[in-house]
């Protein structure tokens, strides 16, 4: 089978499931496993890679949502000579794909128009739904059962592993100028991994808040995981924290316990390295139970 993603996490999904070998096209932005290097880019966004501070960031995205209504766009003749059976793409966010819209509409130009699978998770049982979506799709689903077994029993022994162990408060934040609350599965996978989400909303889109409201809550643990950064990225906009009103009063910050995380790799990435963020989360809540096992490039404490 042909297969295009249009999206990071379903990359990822394919690759998880066996068949990298059927995939003829990626995203611009689909960068693991290492086997999908070389894959044809089929999307381009004008401001990826671009070095804006994250404020001018979110300013060109809301100014090209409100005038174009998408970030990306498809390099359709390309689509159109690799001829895909099936293209994986989302409508859950605008921000994060070509619009499910579009791709609908281009599918149906193609010869032999190619089904199109939509992927919009909005809690963790839905990321693993996905990969069951996608085996079905590709014609794999006894593959699928197994690596979605795979990954719930990593769930549970965190679940199990973190039962009676102190709530510890916790503020996830997915983006810091200006400040974002988490929302969809990020909630839950601190609650899972011993936490107590103090602003993020479960099953919610992230949304913007005012700094006050992080530091009203004033979490014992704050992890930052701005989509699209990695760890290197969201450590440039910390001196913004650490000039922000009421960051030296976060409990948080007084014992050590702000981290800066990839993001782009693991939190807003809802495939199978999910459950790779909840693993890491539990660490950094309860390093007691769950030793640290990651690389600086994962995670990295922020220096007061």
Not at 284 to 293: C, V
């Amino acid at each position: 089978m042909r297969v295009v993603s249009l999206l990071p996490a379903a990359t990822e999904i394919v690759a998880a499931l066996g068949l990298v070998d059927d995939l003829v096209g990626v995203s611009h932005e689909c960068d693991y496993p290492a086997a999908v290097a070389g894959k044809p880019r089929v999307t381009q966004c004008a401001i990826h890679g671009n070095a804006l501070p994250s404020a001018a960031i979110d300013r060109w995205v809301s100014d090209a949502l409100g005038r174009d209504g998408t970030l990306y766009t498809m390099d359709e003749p390309l689509l159109r000579r690799l001829a895909p059976d099936a293209i994986l793409t989302q409508r859950l966010c605008d921000v994060c794909a070509v619009g499910y819209g579009s791709v609908t509409a281009f599918a149906a130009t193609l010869a032999r128009p190619p089904r199109v699978v939509d992927l919009e998770p909005t809690t963790l049982a839905g990321v693993l739904a996905d990969i069951r979506t996608v085996g079905a799709a590709l014609g794999v689903p006894e593959r699928a059962a197994d690596v979605v077994a795979a990954l719930e029993a990593r769930v549970e022994a965190v679940r199990a592993r973190a039962a009676g162990a102190p709530r510890r408060r916790c503020v996830l934040l997915e983006w810091i100028d200006p400040p974002f609350r988490t929302g969809h599965w990020g909630p839950e996978l601190v609650t899972i991994a011993g936490g107590t989400e103090l602003i993020g909303r479960a099953g919610e889109p992230a949304i913007r808040i005012p700094w006050q409201a992080v530091v009203d809550a004033a979490p014992d643990v704050v992890v930052l995981a701005c989509c699209g950064f990695d760890v290197t990225r969201t450590l440039d906009d910390v001196a913004l924290l650490r000039a922000a009103p009421g960051w030296a009063t976060i409990p948080a910050v007084a014992r050590g316990d702000v981290w800066a995380v990839d993001g782009a790799a693991y939190f807003s990435r809802p495939g199978p390295r999910i459950v790779d963020s909840l693993e890491l989360l539990a660490t950094l809540l309860h390093p007691d139970r769950f030793p640290a096992s990651y690389p600086d490039t994962v995670a990295t404490r922020v220096a007061r």
